[in-house]
């Protein structure tokens, strides 16, 4: 009952992921960082609770799980779009993410069938998909946030109003020239740009440019002016 209520439990979240990431929203700190920390250790919290004990046969699935896990977590970063949106991250999954969400089961049901039938039942249960889903979003955060910190974007905020790892983006943007760069999302590799600065509006001085019009206007008309005496 247990195993029906961990896939329930797993189908639920990665349905929730896939589709926050498919419409973008913006990314709070402690979601991308802190939440796959907490699966993880759950993960391996299962693992420790079973009966049957871990054999090396066990551990070399669970490494190799956890590589392919850790392979397409961090492909998953890399092609994530990244954005500043009112002075904040903001990210967006594009749909050929859909690809490495589809790889990433295909090879979990791949290695847990093959652990199953080479005598690795802990490798091959249930207990080890919150430890590879925990895997997975870790390696996508381990992209991600060096993506994020290199642009000098903070994190979303929290529910608290706080921002998280406020110091190092901080600390980060003290280090940068003074000229403000917000960040533009290379959508075609799906990685930040932030050499390319983003032109912001100057002040526009409406009296300055009224002046010109009008001396535009003059110059027309004098110009039609002495056409019409030299026809003359």
């Known amino acids: 009952m247990s195993d029906v209520i961990t896939i329930i439990a797993v189908v639920a979240i990665i349905a929730f992921v896939i ?6 929203e913006p990314l709070r700190g402690k979601r991308v960082v802190l939440l796959p920390v907490i699966l993880t250790v759950i993960g391996l919290s299962d693992l420790g609770s079973k009966s049957q004990p871990v054999t090396p046969t066990d551990i070399a699935f669970l490494v190799v799980g956890g590589l392919l896990a850790a392979g397409i977590g961090a492909a998953q970063g890399s092609v994530m779009r990244l954005e500043s949106r009112d002075g904040a991250l903001w990210g967006q999954m594009p749909l050929t993410g859909l690809w490495l969400w589809a790889l990433l ?3 979990r049901l791949l290695v847990t069938g093959v652990a199953d039938v080479a005598g690795a039942h802990v490798a091959g249960s249930t207990s080890t998909i919150l430890l590879m889903l925990g895997i997975n979003r870790l390696a996508q955060a381990a992209v ?3 993506r994020t910190l290199s642009a000098n974007i903070p994190f979303a905020p929290e529910k608290d109003g706080k921002t998280f790892l406020a110091g190092l983006s901080g600390a980060a943007a003290a280090d940068a020239p003074a000229q403000r760069v917000p960040v533009r999302a290379v ?3 799906g990685q930040v740009d932030p050499t390319r600065p983003e032109r912001s509006a100057p002040g526009i001085d409406w009296p300055a440019v009224g002046r010109q019009v009008s001396a535009f206007l003059d110059s027309r008309r004098d110009s039609r002016r002495d056409d019409r005496r030299r026809r003359r």
Do not use: D, E, F, Y
């Open 187 to 189: 959508r075609q590799r």
């Open 19 to 24: 589709g926050r990431q498919l419409m973008g």
């Open 105 to 107: 089961i295909g090879t």
């Open 144 to 146: 991600v946030l060096p």
